[in-house]
C-alpha cells in the first residue's frame, strides 16, 4: 500500500480523483492529450496485466464501463485508446485516451486531438489550468 500512496501521489492526488473503486483508481490525466484524458491505477501495484487477480479483473470490466459510460455521454468521442505502457512507472496503469475526429469545446477552452486518427502522443497535450480540470471532473462525474 506504500507504494499505492506514492503512485497516486504522483499520478494524481486528490485534486486529479475522478472515481476510487475497491481495486482500482481513476483519476483525470495532469496533461491532458485530449479531452477527458485520464489514468487508471492498480491499487495493489501489480506489475503486469497477468498478475491481476480476478477480483481485480471483475471489477476492471465495470469500472471501464463506467469510464467509458461517462465519458462518452459528456463528451461524446469517437474512439478512446488505453495505453498500458509501463515504460517509467513498473506500476500497472493504463492511460485512458479518448479520440475525437473534430476539435472538442469546453468554459470556452479549445481542446484538439493532435494526431487523429494516428496513435496518440503523450507529448501533445491541451493546456489546461486547475480550474478547467475541476469543471472536466465535475463534468465526468455527473455520470457516475
Request: charged share 25%.
Amino acid at each position: 500500500m506504500e507504494n499505492y500512496k506514492y503512485y497516486f501521489k504522483k499520478f494524481c492526488g486528490d485534486s486529479l480523483l475522478i472515481n476510487d473503486y475497491k481495486y482500482w483508481t481513476w483519476c483525470l490525466r495532469e496533461n491532458q492529450v485530449t479531452l477527458g484524458s485520464s489514468v487508471l491505477l492498480n491499487k495493489a501495484c501489480k506489475k503486469s496485466f497477468g498478475e491481476l487477480s480476478n477480483e481485480e479483473l471483475l471489477e476492471l470490466r465495470d469500472v471501464i464501463s463506467n469510464i467509458e459510460y461517462a465519458i462518452s455521454k459528456e463528451f461524446n468521442y469517437d474512439k478512446i485508446n488505453y495505453l498500458a505502457l509501463m515504460m517509467i512507472d513498473p506500476l500497472f496503469h493504463y492511460h485512458i485516451i479518448p479520440r475525437y475526429k473534430e476539435d472538442k469545446a469546453l468554459e470556452g477552452l479549445k481542446f484538439k486531438d493532435f494526431n487523429y486518427p494516428g496513435p496518440s502522443n503523450l507529448s501533445l497535450f491541451n493546456n489546461v489550468n486547475e480550474n478547467q480540470k475541476k469543471v472536466i471532473i465535475k463534468q465526468i462525474k455527473k455520470w457516475l
